[in-house]
């Protein structure tokens, strides 16, 4: 009975140590802004994880489509391959392909530090040797120049060393009343400790996607309740009477989903050959011996349907993530990609009804969105489809910081929009 009492007295602390999360802000001491960065103006970039670039029509999403309406709005935004979330918001800060920065999927396998990341793994992800490039906070703070992050991919990690000036860990517990009281709580801080980049994100459309699809009236709600968190914090920061420049972003679309029959792992793949990671629309095998990798992708060719198969160095080039782009070694030898709106599946669970992941050229349900308003914006502008990769240019104009590093955005947005 003793025995018991301490194995259950162990299952809840560690229950509570789950449910327990820090929602303290964390705050770098000693940081100022310059002088000269206490002139230039203020940039909240907003991100609404699964916000489709169709959905604030779709579900009419009154508050942003009058805000769009105020500023600039594009057809669409193109999100880098594979359409997931953490790699598509470090590219929006890095303004590199995934495979350019090293996160290249919210899971994968790195053959050379032999192990894995993982986005629900708190100690993968505030270790900062696994962001390359340099985002836009670390670009700020590097200037003298002070960052805010609530929430966003890399933030919670010292990348280069760095951290933004003001953040938090990453939990969806707290209100979003209090979030938005948050900001404006910055905005009034006195101009040497006053953050001019601010990152906010949001998950509960993406949330809803996934659980209910696309298409339904729980994820019509979801986005009907983040345009009025919009409204709301649009008209909080108002109040504080800076020149604020939003841009609101997502980070890929959703679609439904064939979720009857979905594709389990090929017979030709061998376990004790390949690490097998990923799942969903993106397969990757990495081979512990190189030798097997020729005859298994000959094996999967023939057996292939519903997928496609590549080897990395045969990847189509405009995805990106092929042997040429991957500057981290961490895609796979052997990639499976399957055709939408099929799946791979490997577990007895049956799959949500909505995902992401495809390659946004063919799946136009995977493009995001991209709205931007405020004093440096034109107004009524409406600007082509273009890549998320351009949005980091786009940033550092805005708030006059220089780079020399390079990056996959051309830059091309700045004279149609400002
Ligand atoms: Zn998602």
């Given at each position: 009975m003793k025995s018991f009492l301490i194995v259950l007295a162990c299952v809840l602390s560690q229950t509570l140590a789950v449910a327990q999360v820090d929602t303290t802000q964390r705050v770098a001491p000693n940081r100022k802004n310059s002088p000269e960065q206490q002139q230039k103006p203020y940039v909240i970039l907003i991100s609404a994880d699964g916000f489709r670039y169709d959905y604030a029509d779709k579900y009419q999403a009154k508050n942003l489509l009058a805000l769009r309406e105020q500023g600039v709005q594009a057809e669409s935004m193109v999100p880098a391959f594979p359409t997931k979330t953490f790699p598509n918001h470090y590219s929006i800060v890095t303004g590199l392909y995934p495979a350019h920065h090293g996160l290249v999927n919210n899971?994968?396998?790195?053959?050379?530090?032999?192990?894995?990341?993982?986005?629900?793994?708190?100690?993968?992800?505030?270790?900062?040797?696994?962001?390359?490039?340099?985002?836009?906070?670390?670009?700020?703070?590097?200037?003298?120049?002070?960052?805010?992050?609530?929430?966003?991919?890399?933030?919670?990690?010292?990348?280069?060393?760095?951290?933004?000036?003001?953040?938090?860990?990453?939990?969806?517990?707290?209100?979003?009343?209090?979030?938005?009281?948050?900001?404006?709580?910055?905005?009034?801080?006195?101009?040497?400790?006053?953050?001019?980049?601010?990152?906010?994100?949001?998950?509960?459309?993406?949330?809803?996607?996934?659980?209910?699809?696309?298409?339904?009236?729980?994820?019509?709600?979801?986005?009907?309740?983040?345009?009025?968190?919009?409204?709301?914090?649009?008209?909080?920061?108002?109040?504080?009477?800076?020149?604020?420049n939003f841009i609101f972003v997502s980070d890929h679309g959703m679609l439904h989903i064939d979720t009857?029959?979905?594709?389990?792992?090929?017979?030709?793949?061998?376990?004790?050959?390949?690490?097998?990671?990923?799942g969903g629309m993106v397969v990757e095998l990495h081979a512990k011996n190189k030798k097997a990798i020729r005859s298994t992708y000959r094996q999967l060719k023939e057996e292939a349907t519903k997928y496609q198969v590549y080897r990395k160095k045969n990847m189509p080039r405009h995805l990106r993530y092929g042997k040429k782009d991957d500057r981290y070694g961490r895609i796979g030898d052997i990639l499976l990609l399957s055709d939408a709106p099929k799946v791979f599946h490997f577990s007895s669970r049956k799959p949500s009804p909505g995902t992401h992941g495809y390659d946004a050229c063919q799946v136009k349900e995977m493009h995001a969105t991209f709205y931007a308003w405020g004093p440096a914006f034109r107004k009524g502008v409406k600007v082509p489809t273009f890549e998320n990769v351009e949005v980091y240019p786009l940033i550092a104009k805005l708030l006059g910081l220089t780079f020399d590093h390079k990056i996959d955005g051309k830059g091309k947005l700045l004279k149609e929009v400002l």
């Open positions: 899971y994968f396998y790195d053959p050379q530090r032999k192990e894995s990341y993982s986005m629900r793994e708190r100690s993968k992800v505030e270790d900062g040797r696994w962001y390359g490039g340099t985002p836009l906070w670390v670009l700020a703070e590097q200037q003298q120049m002070l960052s805010a992050s609530f929430f966003w991919v890399g933030s919670e990690a010292p990348i280069q060393g760095i951290l933004p000036t003001y953040h938090y860990q990453y939990s969806e517990v707290m209100p979003m009343e209090k979030r938005i009281q948050t900001v404006v709580d910055w905005l009034n801080l006195p101009e040497e400790r006053r953050p001019h980049l601010i990152t906010f994100y949001l998950p509960e459309v993406d949330h809803a996607g996934h659980r209910y699809g696309p298409d339904a009236p729980e994820t019509k709600q979801a986005v009907q309740e983040l345009d009025t968190h919009m409204k709301q914090l649009t008209d909080a920061v108002a109040t504080t009477g800076l020149p604020v009857e029959n979905t594709l389990p792992l090929p017979a030709a793949i061998d376990t004790a050959k390949f690490m097998v990671s990923g």
